[in-house]
């Protein structure tokens, strides 16, 4: 069992940054596959980014690639969203993710625990 909690949202203008943050409490944390997905108002979730166990391998969204970048530091079960350069489009809420697949996936379907989510509010 994993509880992911997300912090770090907020209220920024058009090409600023944030950090997001997730902490994971349970057991390993890892051996689980993480990712970022976001929901904005009348839309689906959609993936942003993943990472694998160690860190070393990440795969992101074409809509993100190049602005935001996943990384992850085990000896603090934590996972982190750096996202630069933010558009409007990115307001979403945020949602960390934790997979026991044995690869990086980009469905929501493969992930087993889910945060409650962090609101990104982007003004032009």
């Known amino acids: 069992q994993l509880r992911l909690v997300e912090s770090g949202g907020g209220l920024v203008q058009a090409g600023d940054s944030l950090r997001l943050s997730c902490g994971a409490s349970?057991?390993?944390?890892?051996?689980?596959?993480m990712g970022w997905f976001r929901q904005a108002p009348g839309k689906k979730r959609e993936f942003v980014a993943t990472?694998?166990?160690?860190?070393?391998?990440?795969h992101y969204a074409d809509s993100v690639k190049g602005r935001f970048t996943i990384s992850r530091d085990n000896a603090k079960n934590t996972v982190y969203l750096q996202m630069n350069g933010l558009r409007p489009e990115d307001t979403a809420v945020y949602f960390c993710?934790?997979?026991?697949?044995?690869?990086?996936?980009?469905?929501?379907?493969?992930?087993?625990?889910w945060g409650q989510g962090t609101q990104v509010a982007v003004s032009s």
């Open positions: 993710a934790a997979s026991a697949a044995l690869n990086m996936v980009s469905n929501d379907l493969a992930y087993n625990y």
């Open positions: 349970g057991h390993s944390f890892d051996t689980h596959i």
């Open positions: 990472i694998s166990w160690s860190g070393d391998s990440t």
